[in-house]
């Protein structure tokens, strides 16, 4: 079946430092969605990507889905220690497998 | 508005016990998922419907059993209880539209599980 992999697993970053994760597919994808869980909570949607080299930004937050449409990228500038959780990347129904980030104060 | 609503929060079953995780909508969405989520790990679909009436298996559906006799509701059975069903579930719905076109997903609060 489909699979959505991302890396790194796990990321420990020192309070304004930047942070990336990658989601990658071995087929391409029509969309592309991002989630943030916080420790204990739910999964919240952050950003849906559609278009070939879609670029969006929220705020510190920027959303990149590759020219192909089979990868996508989140990056954090200058994170914050409210960015603490798991980033996780969605096509369809399936999840990718979360990259958890830690931000040391 | 309420959302998406799952009752229990917590639950403790014995080996071998069912249960019935609720979940319950208000947004009139069409589409509604189950995933269960263990600790440190990603969220794997159990089951999904497309509309009332309509379900469909997911990644991990065995020990599982769902119906969709409502737009609303959308309840998970659990039957013969395993410590392998300790698990956080998530219901989720989203708008009616092709999934694969992507709509936002809403999630409940979760059911934390355990099975001893």
């Known amino acids: 079946g489909q699979q959505v992999m991302q890396i790194p697993q796990y990321q420990h970053v020192q309070e304004g430092e930047d942070f990336t994760t990658y989601c990658n597919s071995s087929?391409?994808?029509?969309?592309i969605q991002w989630y943030k869980q916080r420790p204990g909570g739910h999964p919240v949607f952050l950003i849906q990507?559609?278009?070939?080299?879609e670029v969006k930004k929220q705020k510190r937050l920027t959303f990149q889905f590759g020219e192909a449409k089979k990868n996508s990228s989140l990056h954090i500038t200058a994170t914050q220690t409210t960015d603490v959780g798991t980033y996780f990347c969605?096509?369809?129904?399936?999840f990718g497998t979360g990259t958890r980030l830690k931000v040391l104060a | 508005n309420a959302g998406v609503t799952q009752t229990p929060k917590f639950r403790i079953l014995k080996i071998g016990q069912s249960m019935t995780l609720q979940c319950a909508q208000d947004m009139n969405h069409n589409y509604m998922y189950w995933y269960r989520q263990d600790p440190g790990m990603g969220l794997k679909l159990i089951y999904y419907?497309?509309?009332?009436?309509?379900?469909d298996k997911g990644e991990v559906p065995n020990g599982y059993n769902v119906s969709r006799s409502t737009t609303e509701d959308f309840p998970l059975r659990l039957e013969l209880a395993a410590p392998s069903q300790t698990s956080v579930y998530f219901c989720a719905s989203s708008y009616p539209d092709r999934v694969l076109s992507g709509t936002e997903a809403f999630f409940g609060q979760g059911t934390r599980l355990t099975v001893v």
């Open positions: 969605r096509h369809g129904y399936i």
């Open positions: 419907s497309v509309g009332a009436g309509i379900t």
């Open positions: 990507l559609v278009k070939s080299g």
């Open positions: 087929t391409t994808l029509s969309n």
